[in-house]
């Protein structure tokens, strides 16, 4: 369904998922995330938990966040990161 092309807007859920960051481990969330990428949507938000304890699993520290995650999701041209609390 997706990738009809239909969807201008695809919001996908980072945490709680096989896809989360993993303490110190990009590895599942960069290949979730550039599988992602291929869907002809404009764009592509990564959801995220603003907070510890917002999610069961999938937190990602301020501090990894910005060092690993964003270099990650930054050259992508349809992408964005929303936050929940």
Known sequence: MLD???FDF???QFYNNPCEYASGDLNNL???WKQWLTIPAKMIFLGLP???G?????F??????ISKVVPVIKGS???SIK???
């Not at 917002?54 to 999938?58: L, M, R």
């Not at 990602?60 to 966040?65: A, E």
């Open 83 to 85: 936050k929940y609390v």
């Open 30 to 32: 960069d290949v979730a």
């Open 4 to 6: 009809t092309g239909l």
């Open 50 to 52: 603003a907070a510890p």
């Open 10 to 12: 695809v919001w996908v």
């Open 77 to 79: 041209s349809n992408s």
């Open 60 to 65: 990602i520290p301020v501090s990894d966040l």
């Open 54 to 58: 917002a999610p069961g699993n999938g």
